[in-house]
């Protein structure tokens, strides 16, 4: 009944079910899923009204938000009522739960900023460390050389204290 319920309120939402056809169509669902299943047509008499309602333009108010006059379920409920399992899950494009949607939206993400130049968070480790690696050898020679940190820090365009802390490191 859940799985009828839904399929006829996603029909209708896509205006492929109007109260004109609603009873035949869904009679051609219900037969598809189960031959044998027997219903009246009183069944389906609210859902019915909610299809007339929303083919008429009219919606409904929920916790201050306007949503269309007909049935549209979280993808956790369809979830939870229809027993979807996990590798179903992760195969459909649609239905997902939050935390395969948070991880496709991750995964979008990630493509998205590679594609705009950024690094990978072990590529950019590495750069930091050879970066640092480089000014700790710079300040070194600089050090030898006799220049103060405050030179030292305006020849490598560094700041004061990052150049202080790395010429702890290089004498302890």
Same mark, same amino acid.
């Given at each position: 009944? %859940? ?11 896509? *205006? $492929?079910?109007? =109260?004109? %056809?609603?009873? *035949? ?9 189960? +031959? ?23 919606? !409904? ?6 949503? +269309?006059?007909?049935?549209? +379920? ?17 195969? #459909?494009?649609?239905? !997902? ?18 594609? $705009? ?9 590495? $750069?930091?460390?050879? $970066? ?26 560094? #700041?004061?204290? !990052? ?8 004498? =302890?």
């Amino acid at each position: 009944m %859940n799985w009828l319920l839904y399929t006829a309120s996603f029909l209708a939402l896509s *205006h $492929q079910l109007t =109260p004109l %056809n609603f009873y *035949h169509e869904v009679r051609k669902i219900a037969f598809m899923i189960d +031959p044998g299943f027997r219903y009246s047509n009183s069944e389906f008499s609210t859902l019915y009204a909610k299809i007339k309602a929303y083919t008429n333009g009219e919606t !409904v108010m929920f916790n201050g938000r306007e949503y +269309p006059a007909i049935y549209t +379920p979280k993808n956790e409920t369809i979830i939870e009522k229809l027993g979807i399992t996990e590798e179903e899950i992760r195969s #459909n494009k649609t239905i !997902v739960d939050t935390a395969t949607r948070r991880k496709k939206d991750a995964e979008r993400s990630m493509k998205r900023r590679r594609a $705009q130049g950024t690094v990978s968070r072990e590529e950019y480790d590495k $750069q930091r460390s050879e $970066q640092k690696r480089f000014n700790l050898e710079a300040i070194a020679r600089l050090k030898k050389e006799g220049l103060s940190i405050r030179a030292i820090a305006e020849q490598l365009k560094l #700041n004061e204290r !990052v150049v202080r802390r790395y010429a702890k490191e290089i004498t =302890p």
